[in-house]
């Protein structure tokens, strides 16, 4: 292990908060032992803050239209292969009923940024969630909106919102999406939504296309400087019918040094083990979890569309109903020491009401 970069990983333990080129320093001197003292340092502050719990998100992928571009994304507009699906708002509300019954308290309605929902469908769908099921809270991951959307979303009931930034360099979000699309309105996005009050959920792509040690550096830094309330990191993953099919995808040990990385620099942040990581490594979501990760996002959707958002290939948990999808992340939470709880998990702090 190389000592400098020890000393590094202790400097942000105790303060928090390095410069993009330290970042990239430990980044760059990666390797096992690193790796396990960053996740010893982050498993201490995930239980300061949150014990042994874990939470979960019941994601309802309800769109898998898009008007957008991204080279990597295999529901992008122009994969004409991609057998397109909406649901109801029927649909949409008996997912979150059977997510309550469950045990589910937080509920992420996810889709591409289809406009044939309008602002007053959305607000509909969350008011309808809100009444049948109060205490339940409502996180939104639908893309770019105006602040007036926001608003009207906010004031419908929604409480969080998921908007990856994908990179904090905009060179290289130039080289990941069409010119049509701005990394400067993406991340004003993220301040407008903070300023309405949501809880924010930024995130970004590991081993993207192109992506250097110093860009991720730059996400890191730009955890530390934004203080999302969530960040959501998974592997950059190949969709064979899109631009970059050959690209060659991660692997899991980057993103979970990065998970242990981000636990350190904002101790609070809830922040997942994403289902990319359990495409990646079988055992990537435990893992996950063992770097500092406490949140969980099993779906919601109905078996019969959930092959059809596929962001990736190979993406795990497409076959099994929401209720076996529970269970066996129960068993894998418990097997390591940790419980899945029936509770909002709203970051230590926050109130979600
Ligand atoms: S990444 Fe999101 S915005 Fe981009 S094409 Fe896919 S669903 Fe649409």
Redesign the pocket.
């Known amino acids: 292990m190389d000592i400098n970069a020890k000393n590094l990983l202790e400097k942000l333990n105790n303060n928090h908060a390095l410069s993009i080129d330290e970042y990239d320093y430990l980044l760059k001197h990666m390797d096992i032992d690193l790796m396990n003292v960053a996740s010893e340092f982050a498993r201490i502050k995930q239980r300061q803050h949150y014990g042994n719990k874990i939470f979960v998100r019941g994601l309802i992928e309800f769109t898998n239209f ?5 080279y ?2 295999g ?3 122009d994969n004409s292969d991609c057998e397109r699906y909406r649901l109801s708002k029927a649909q949409i509300l008996e997912c979150a009923n059977v997510g309550y019954d469950l045990g589910f308290r937080t509920v992420v309605l996810q889709g ?2 289809d406009f044939a929902y309008t602002d007053e469908d959305i607000c509909e769908i969350i008011r309808a969630i809100k009444s049948s099921n109060p205490d339940m809270v409502i996180t939104l991951s639908i ?1 770019e909106r105006s602040r007036a959307s926001y608003e009207a979303y906010f004031n419908a009931g929604a409480r969080r919102y998921l908007l990856r930034h994908e990179t904090a360099n905009p060179e290289l979000y130039a080289k990941l999406h069409p010119q049509e699309m701005s990394w400067q309105n993406r991340m004003d996005c993220l301040q407008t939504l903070r300023e309405i009050g949501y809880q924010v959920g930024a995130g970004f792509m590991v081993e993207s296309p192109g992506q250097t040690t110093y860009d991720l550096a730059m996400d890191l830094k730009f955890i530390q400087d934004f203080k999302p309330d969530m960040c959501g990191i998974g592997p950059y993953i190949s969709h064979k019918e899109t631009p970059f099919a050959k690209e060659t995808s991660g692997g899991a040990d980057t993103t979970l040094f990065c998970l242990s990385l981000i636990r350190m620099i904002y101790p609070q942040i809830l922040l997942p083990a994403t289902t990319a990581l359990g495409t990646v490594d079988e055992h990537g979501r435990e893992k996950g979890i063992l770097a500092g990760a406490n949140v969980l996002m099993p779906n919601l959707s109905p078996t019969s569309v959930r092959s059809k958002y596929t ?1 990736y290939d190979n993406k795990i948990c497409t076959g099994e109903e929401a209720a076996e999808c529970v269970t066996c992340l129960r068993n894998r939470v418990t097997a390591i020491g940790y419980e899945i709880v029936e509770d909002p998990g709203n970051r230590s702090g926050f109130n979600t009401n």
């Open positions: 898009c008007r957008n571009n991204c990597y994304c529901i992008r507009r591409g940024e893309g962001l």
